[in-house]
């Protein structure tokens, strides 16, 4: 954004005025809006004709606008001769007197800029909603349909009415490329394009106007040279800007051209100045004269861009090699962690394994040795109840049991014992690693299950002897 010292000497440039302190309160008045501020200083001056006095026959010397730090530079033309009747640019005292009334018309230009800005986008909803519906019929597909819907700058327009009146009076086959921007816009392009801005201010009035567009700057040499080497931009001085133009690069005699460069801080280099009847021959020859002189600067701006656009570029290229070194280095550092996450949850899946199967081990130690115990109680308890083995005699049964593996033990019992006595006998050796067996005779074959074992040794036909095979049962 421009300061204020920017614009204090831009506006001192533009409208001549040298009392910082009468611009200051002018800027002030106009909320420091430069367009407007200088609106107020050149709208009294528009209207009537400017300054057009007879035209000579030769270039005039190049001069330095008042925000310009370049050396002027001398052209090999003759100096201007004085006018006598040429019209100056109004006083301070003038512009003293008028500044409230320029202050006022200055708001009431924006309240009746924002009334009418209100008005066309009103008008174009509403065009464009009779359009959809078929209403608008002033508007056919090849009627006068191409009205801007964008709205543009007061100097674009200026500049855009200033070129279609040169090509309608002089052709546009040959001729300057004039561009339909505003004088500031110009040069900024130029600046980008690292060219020189070649400037045609234009005086329809003047007698030597026609002969000069039609001859030389309509020259087929003249204007392609210009479209190759210069921005071009041109302005009437009955427009705004161009009058304003016309103000700062204190032109005196038309026509008139100058080429200008852009310098810093917004401020205007004025290299050379032509005025007055010129072949085009003679301004052929200074403006290669300007251009030669002038191609160190240029090629030196366009050196240092180019600098500035490398540097950049490979700050750029620096940066991004950063960040995928960076990204890379994230990404690594990403998939450690993940990997050691996985890692340390792989660790602690077998640890907790372990542990269950630790758990299990000694759970099923611990119920193996309950149930030995378990076992042994039984047994000791089933041998308590046993009793003490009889002594042979004619109610004593002799029992001899066979077990699987081969072994073989024998007792005596009463024969009144019940089966189940047996059975207790059996399991209290501690002979068997089945739990669920039979004991079973052969010759013939008797099974004593469960509905036997209340039944007496000598009710179920083993008294006096017996002989039994202890079989498990699947």
Same mark, same amino acid.
């Given at each position: 954004m421009v300061d204020v010292a920017d614009k204090l000497s831009y506006f001192q440039a533009i409208t001549g005025l040298e009392d910082p302190d009468l611009c200051t309160e002018i800027l002030a008045a106009h909320g420091w809006d430069l367009e407007l501020a200088i609106s107020s200083i050149t709208s009294s001056h528009a209207d009537p004709t400017p300054p057009d006095p007879t035209a000579g026959t030769s270039s005039t010397p190049g001069t330095v606008s008042a925000t310009s730090g370049v050396q002027p530079r001398e052209a090999p033309s003759q100096r201007p001769e004085p006018v006598p009747n040429a019209v100056g640019p109004p006083g301070l005292a003038w512009k003293l007197v008028t500044l409230p009334i320029s202050i006022i018309s200055g708001s009431l230009g924006l309240v009746s800029g924002a009334i009418g800005l209100g008005l066309w986008v009103a008008g174009g909803v509403l065009s464009y909603s009779l359009g959809v519906i078929g209403l608008n019929s002033g508007s056919g597909r090849d009627g006068d349909s191409s009205a801007r819907l964008v709205p543009v700058s007061a100097a674009a327009a200026e500049a855009m009415e200033f070129v279609a009146v040169f090509e309608r009076d002089f052709g546009r086959r040959t001729r300057p490329n004039f561009v339909s921007e505003g004088f500031m816009d110009a040069l900024q392009r130029s600046r980008n394009e690292f060219k020189l801005l070649f400037v045609y201010l234009h005086s329809p009035d003047h007698l030597d106007t026609p002969?000069?567009?039609? *001859?030389?700057?309509? $020259?087929?040499?003249?204007?392609?040279? %210009?479209?190759?080497?210069?921005v071009a931009w041109g302005g009437s001085i009955r427009a705004s800007e161009g009058f304003k133009m016309s103000n700062?690069?204190?032109?005196?005699?038309?026509?008139?051209?100058?080429?200008?460069?852009?310098?810093?801080?917004?401020?205007?280099?004025?290299?050379?100045?032509?005025?007055?009847?010129?072949?085009?021959?003679?301004?052929?020859?200074?403006?290669?004269?300007?251009?030669?002189?002038?191609?160190?600067?240029?090629?030196?701006?366009? #050196?240092?861009?180019?600098?500035? *656009?490398?540097?950049?570029?490979?700050?750029?290229?620096?940066?991004?090699?950063?960040?995928?070194?960076?990204?890379?280095?994230?990404?690594?550092?990403?998939?450690?962690?993940?990997?050691?996450? *996985?890692?340390?949850?792989?660790?602690?899946?077998?640890?907790?394994? @372990?542990?269950?199967?630790?758990?299990?081990?000694?759970?099923?130690?611990?119920?193996?040795?309950?149930?030995?115990?378990?076992?042994?109680?039984?047994?000791?308890?089933?041998?308590? $109840?046993?009793?003490?083995?009889?002594?042979?005699?004619?109610? %004593?049964?002799?029992?001899?049991? *066979?077990?699987?593996?081969?072994?073989?033990?024998?007792?005596?019992?009463?024969?009144?014992?019940?089966?189940?006595?047996?059975?207790?006998?059996?399991?209290?050796?501690?002979?068997?690693?089945?739990?669920?067996?039979?004991?079973?005779?052969? #010759?013939?074959?008797? %099974?004593?299950?469960?509905?036997?074992?209340?039944? $007496?040794?000598?009710?179920?036909?083993? @008294?006096?002897?017996?002989?039994? #095979?202890?079989?498990?049962?699947?």
């Open positions: 002969l000069f567009c039609e *001859r030389t700057l309509c $020259s087929e040499v003249l204007a392609a040279f %210009v479209n190759e080497n210069f700062s690069l204190k032109a005196s005699r038309f026509p008139f051209c100058a080429v200008v460069m852009a310098a810093t801080n917004q401020r205007i280099a004025l290299l050379q100045q032509v005025e007055g009847r010129t072949s085009p021959e003679e301004l052929l020859t200074i403006l290669q004269r300007v251009l030669e002189e002038s191609a160190p600067v240029l090629v030196s701006a366009r #050196f240092e861009a180019e600098e500035r *656009r490398n540097t950049m570029r490979l700050r750029e290229e620096q940066d991004a090699a950063y960040r995928a070194a960076l990204e890379a280095d994230q990404a690594r550092e990403r998939q450690r962690k993940e990997e050691q996450e *996985r890692l340390e949850r792989e660790a602690a899946e077998a640890e907790r394994k @372990h542990k269950e199967e630790e758990e299990a081990r000694e759970r099923a130690a611990r119920e193996a040795v309950e149930k030995e115990a378990a076992l042994a109680r039984m047994r000791q308890e089933k041998a308590l $109840s046993l009793g003490a083995e009889p002594e042979k005699g004619p109610n %004593v049964t002799q029992v001899l049991v *066979r077990f699987p593996q081969g072994e073989r033990k024998e007792r005596r019992f009463h024969s009144t014992a019940t089966i189940q006595t047996v059975y207790d006998y059996v399991d209290s050796l501690g002979c068997l690693d089945v739990e669920s067996y039979s004991l079973v005779s052969n #010759f013939p074959r008797v %099974v004593y299950g469960p509905e036997k074992l209340s039944l $007496s040794l000598k009710e179920v036909g083993l @008294h006096p002897q017996a002989s039994l #095979f202890v079989e498990p049962n699947s």
